[in-house]
């Protein structure tokens, strides 16, 4: 199961975090310094995995993130997950976010929140993988903006189920 997806950039200013299950803002904020502290002294040509964050689970937990430009994209997960699986998967993510702000960067994370909020809740939601096809998350998100757009919904107001009523009404 996935416990947590963080990004965060190079300064460990966090510009996404994601936790599926209850922990404290005081245990979240520890968390991200810790595994900031942890991936941010790595050599760019060492393993992408680290085993056990104190925080989230010791030995039974594992770290596993990719390092794009000036971005971290780190997914916190529990033994039963593949560590390659869940490298695919934060490639899918940024991907998905490269075909939906060409070229993403750290600014489209910021101005552009909720609509990276929606597209990592079509990939994962609960912890569990839901979707793994770009094309397929591309375009329920465009789906989502066009039905924004039509009822004349501003960012930032459509919540999920919102979201799951206006895409349902348009298939």
Not at 49 to 70: M, N
Not at 94 to 106: K, P
Not at 118 to 139: D, H, K, P
Request: aromatic content about 8%; overall charge negative.
């Amino acid at each position: 199961m996935i416990k947590s997806v963080l990004i965060f950039n190079n300064h460990g200013k966090a510009r996404l975090t994601k936790f599926y299950q209850q922990i404290d803002v005081a245990t979240q904020q520890a968390l991200l310094q810790e595994i900031y502290t942890l991936v941010s002294k790595r050599p760019d040509t060492a393993c992408n995995f680290l085993e056990g964050s104190k925080l989230l689970g010791g030995k039974d937990t594992r770290v596993i993130y990719r390092h794009y430009a000036t971005l971290y994209f780190v997914f916190v997960v529990d033994e039963s997950e593949s560590e390659l699986g869940i490298l695919d998967l934060i490639q899918v993510f940024v991907e998905s976010l490269d075909r939906c702000f060409e070229n993403v960067c750290e600014l489209d994370l910021i101005f552009h929140f909720d609509e990276v909020h929606s597209i990592l809740s079509e990939i994962i939601q609960g912890g569990m993988v839901l979707e793994t096809n770009m094309n397929e998350i591309v375009a329920a998100i465009n789906e989502v903006n066009q039905a924004k757009k039509k009822s004349g919904i501003t960012s930032g107001s459509l919540t999920l189920r919102a979201t799951e009523t206006l895409r349902s009404s348009f298939r």
